[in-house]
């Protein structure tokens, strides 16, 4: 089962500090199809996928890894272009 790894980052003066966390896992199972269709276009052309808007510097952004039978991939995305299936799955931990 491929699982995703998901990482909230950066925002206003890089919220959360070195010790707050912003992560989520979810099965790529438990996505609906076109949520799942959302995730392999992303990885498949994320540039294409996730055009820059203006003002967006101190916005967050989201890195999504998956582990694939070739290893890990990992793709960097503003919030905009990220399904609401993954964003709502990232929570605030302290470590």
């Known amino acids: 089962m491929e699982r995703l790894q998901i990482e909230?980052?950066?925002?206003?003066?890089?919220f959360g500090g070195p010790?707050?966390?912003?992560r989520g896992e979810l099965a790529l199972s438990d996505l609906s199809p076109a949520d799942r269709q959302a995730v392999e276009d992303l990885f498949r052309d994320p540039q294409k996928a996730a055009p820059a808007h203006p003002g967006?510097?101190?916005?967050?952004?989201y890195r999504i890894t998956r582990q694939t039978a070739a290893g890990a991939q990992t793709i960097e995305l503003p919030g905009h272009a990220v399904?609401?299936?993954l964003r709502d799955s990232?929570?605030?931990?302290?470590e």
Do not use: T
């Open 19 to 22: 010790h707050l966390k912003s």
């Open 8 to 14: 909230r980052i950066g925002g206003v003066a890089g």
């Open 56 to 61: 967006e510097a101190d916005a967050f952004r």
């Open 83 to 85: 399904p609401a299936a």
């Open 90 to 94: 990232v929570r605030d931990v302290l």
